[in-house]
C-alpha cells in the first residue's frame, strides 16, 4: 500500500457547499447595500481564504471586504446547515478509507466552521487531523496545511495523496511532494485542473478507490 495518508479538500471535493455560499453572498450583498453576486466570480473564489471569496464575488476592495467577514459568517451559519450536503458517494467511501488510511483536511475555511460542518455531516470523527485558516499563516495553495499534517501523523510526502477540486487544492499537494487527485464535479473543469498534471483525475468520488489499488 503506497499511501498511509489522504488529505481531502472539504468545499467542492467532499461537501456540495457551493449554494450555501451564493446563497450567504447575497445575504451580505443585501445587507451591504450591493446589487446582487457576481457568481462566475464567487466560483472562482471558493477555496481561496474567505476574504478573497468575497472581494471576488462581490467586488469590494479589501478593506471593505475585511469588514464583511464577520457578516458573513454569521449568515452562513443561518443557511449551510439546510443547503450543504456531502457528494454522492462520499460518505460511504470514506467509511471503507477510515479502515486503511489516516484521513485529514486541509481547507481554508474557519477550524470552528469545519468542526460544526464535519459534525453535521456525520464525519468528524474519522478524521485524524483537521486544518482550518487559523491553522497555517499561509493558505492554499501553499503547502503549509499538507506539511503540518504530515508532520504531526508522522508521514512521509510519498506516503500522501491530496485530493480536491481546485487548482489550488494540487497546487497545494504538489509543493508539498506529496501526489494529487482531481476530483472534476467541483469548482475547476477537468481542463483546467488537467493542466497542472495532477497524478490522478477522477470524476466521482467512489473512482478514489481505484487509485488506492
Not at 61 to 82: I, K, M, Q, S, W
Not at 125 to 150: C, H, N, R, T, Y
Not at 171 to 187: F, L, P, W
Request: hydrophobic fraction near 45%; charge should be negative; charged fraction near 25%.
Amino acid at each position: 500500500m503506497k499511501y498511509r495518508l489522504l488529505v481531502f479538500d472539504f468545499d467542492g471535493t467532499l461537501a456540495d457547499s457551493e449554494a450555501s455560499i451564493l446563497e450567504t453572498l447575497n445575504l451580505v450583498a443585501r445587507d451591504l447595500g450591493l446589487s446582487g453576486v457576481d457568481r462566475s466570480s464567487a466560483r472562482r473564489g471558493i477555496g481561496l481564504p474567505l476574504i478573497r471569496t468575497i472581494e471576488m464575488g462581490l467586488g469590494l476592495e479589501p478593506d471593505r471586504a475585511a469588514g464583511a467577514v464577520e457578516l458573513y459568517r454569521t449568515h452562513y451559519n443561518e443557511v449551510a446547515f439546510h443547503s450543504t450536503s456531502l457528494f454522492p458517494g462520499v460518505k460511504e467511501t470514506l467509511n471503507l478509507l477510515r479502515e486503511d488510511y489516516l484521513l485529514a483536511i486541509a481547507s481554508n475555511k474557519s477550524r470552528q466552521g469545519l468542526y460544526d460542518m464535519m459534525r453535521h455531516l456525520g464525519i468528524y470523527e474519522w478524521f485524524s487531523f483537521i486544518a482550518g485558516a487559523q491553522d497555517v499563516q499561509q493558505a492554499k495553495p501553499a503547502p503549509d496545511m499538507v506539511l503540518i499534517a504530515m508532520e504531526a501523523l508522522d508521514i512521509h510526502a510519498g506516503e500522501c495523496l491530496v485530493v480536491g477540486d481546485t487548482v489550488y487544492d494540487i497546487e497545494m499537494g504538489q509543493r508539498a511532494s506529496a501526489d494529487t487527485c482531481a476530483v472534476t464535479y467541483g469548482i475547476n473543469s477537468e481542463d483546467e485542473l488537467r493542466i497542472l498534471n495532477p497524478t490522478f483525475v477522477i470524476d466521482s468520488f467512489v473512482r478514489l478507490l481505484s487509485c488506492l489499488t
